[in-house]
């Protein structure tokens, strides 16, 4: 069962608009949330964090929101542009039926296009 | 060294052969962690190693799959018996303590592990 679920597994948007990747979780023992950008061929990395007592960190173009109540986080990236198109990885971390505190459970990506 | 590393970067090996994946975190960095992503899925937590703590193994998927730490630097995850389910990509991650969490993980570039 997925725990980190991001529904959208694609998006595409015109440059200069707005991005809002997506992100729902079903534990609620969840206290820190990350996302993470991929490019072909290279390893994620690290974007932006959210602890869960915050509903908002912002980061340049980057924000993220965090809605406990409804198990939901948002990325979005204000302005787009093209080299934002990569695939956007949902991670959250807690203790979580028996694993350890130390490692990130990962949604499935949604990949970004952003068009010129 | 001033990323994580990874070897090979590519592998292809024949069912029923065992592989060794190899990583080398940063340096200084106490966590590592390794996942993997096969085709069209997420990140998929596999072992996790903190210091000189027992390694969290919780993530792995059978008992043909083992790794090991050398104190805090080089790791090696073995697949013994290699499957056509374990073709994946193979991440290694490593992070200053267990958390990693304002900075994330910092991520390699991944073994890509083809089982013919």
């Known amino acids: 069962d997925q725990q980190v679920k991001q529904n959208s597994p694609s998006l595409s948007v015109q440059e200069g608009r707005i991005s809002i990747l997506n992100c729902d979780y079903t534990n609620s023992m969840f206290d820190y949330f990350l996302w993470y950008k991929k490019y072909p061929a290279e390893g994620p990395t690290f974007l932006i964090s959210i602890s869960s007592i915050k509903d908002k960190n912002e980061d340049g173009r980057f924000t993220v929101f965090l809605n406990k109540s409804a198990k939901h986080l948002s990325l979005h990236i204000v302005p787009s542009q093209p080299g934002d198109s990569a695939v956007y990885f949902c991670a959250a971390r807690g203790r979580v039926y028996g694993g350890s505190q130390g490692n990130l459970i990962f949604g499935k990506g949604t990949k970004l296009s952003v068009k010129p | 060294g001033a990323g994580v590393s990874q070897s090979p970067s590519n592998k292809v090996t024949e069912k029923g052969k065992d592989v060794e994946l190899r990583c080398d975190p940063i340096?200084?960095?106490?966590?590592l962690y390794w996942y993997r992503q096969r085709l069209g899925q997420g990140l998929e937590f596999l072992i996790y190693f903190q210091g000189n703590s027992a390694p969290d193994k919780s993530g792995l998927p059978s008992d043909r799959f083992s790794a090991e730490r050398t104190g805090e630097s080089v790791s090696t995850l073995t697949i013994q018996r290699t499957q056509q389910e374990d073709s994946a990509v193979y991440l290694c991650?490593?992070?200053?303590?267990?958390?990693?969490?304002?900075?994330?993980?910092?991520f390699g570039s991944g073994t890509r592990l083809t089982v013919v």
């Open positions: 991650a490593s992070s200053l303590g267990g958390q990693g969490l304002n900075h994330g993980y910092t």
């Open positions: 340096s200084g960095h106490t966590a």
